[in-house]
């Protein structure tokens, strides 16, 4: 069995940072990608960013300049650096990691507002 923890959400004001952290604990065999999706109310679920086995990232045009995504493979943990946040990006954000079989976080909260 395989658990992903999130951490770093909250509240920030716009032009604001935060750090999200998606820890993987359990069974972990080989992670061939590793990433986040976000939802907001109304929304569809839409990729943010992700990264490969060789380290090859990809992100969505509205975070393309603001966001980072990044890993550690020794802490099977992957990071999402978020900057100059704005109100659009408020969301759950969830992690995700592919391998046999894709495994998700349980979501953490990002409200940007004044």
């Known amino acids: 069995q395989v658990q992903l923890v999130e951490s770093g959400g909250g509240l920030v004001q716009p032009g604001g940072t935060l750090r999200l952290s998606c820890a993987a604990s359990?069974?972990?065999?080989?992670?061939?990608?590793m990433g986040w999706y976000r939802q907001a109310p109304g929304k569809q679920r839409e990729l943010v960013a992700a990264?490969?086995?060789?380290?090859?990232?990809n992100y969505a045009d509205s975070v393309k300049g603001r966001f980072t995504i990044s890993r550690d493979n020794a802490k099977n943990t992957v990071y999402l650096q978020m900057n100059s946040l704005k109100p659009e990006d408020t969301a759950v954000y969830y992690c995700?990691?592919?391998?046999?079989?894709?495994?998700w976080g349980q979501g953490t909260q990002v409200t940007v507002s004044s």
């Open positions: 359990g069974s972990i065999f080989h992670i061939y990608a």
């Open positions: 990264i490969s086995s060789a380290d090859t990232s």
């Open positions: 995700y990691f592919d391998m046999f079989r894709t495994y």
